[in-house]
Structure formats: structure tokens, C-alpha cells
């Protein structure tokens, strides 16, 4: 069983960094999204710029 994980980026070059580390996460299951800071995370944004990244 794989262990679910949420990496909530406030930038791109760390959701690109997360996906290149996955290979070496062979026991996760892996969600990035990548969200500015400035923005709630309340609302209807949360999903709009949702990349999902399975290993």
C-alpha cells in the first residue's frame, strides 16, 4: 500500500523539483499542486491549477 502525499507548491520550480524526486519515492503517492501564495486556499482556485503526479 502506498502512502498518499499533498505537496502544495507556492511555485513552480518546487513542483517541478518534487517531480523530479519521484522515482526515488517509490513508496508514495504523489499530489503536487502549485498554488501562489498570495491566494486562499479556500475557493474554487485550489483545483484550477492542480497537477497530479502518480508514481
Same mark, same amino acid.
Given at each position: 500500500m502506498k502512502i498518499k502525499a499533498l505537496v502544495i #507548491?507556492?511555485? %513552480?520550480? $518546487? #513542483?517541478?523539483? =518534487? #517531480?523530479?524526486?519521484?522515482? %526515488? $519515492?517509490?513508496?508514495? +503517492?504523489? =499530489?503536487?499542486? %502549485?498554488? +501562489?501564495?498570495?491566494e486562499s486556499l479556500r475557493g474554487s482556485g485550489l483545483t484550477r491549477s492542480r497537477v497530479t503526479i502518480s508514481s
Open positions: #507548491a507556492p511555485y %513552480q520550480g $518546487l #513542483a517541478e523539483l =518534487t #517531480a523530479s524526486l519521484l522515482d %526515488q $519515492l517509490d513508496d508514495f +503517492d504523489v =499530489t503536487v499542486i %502549485q498554488r +501562489d501564495l498570495s
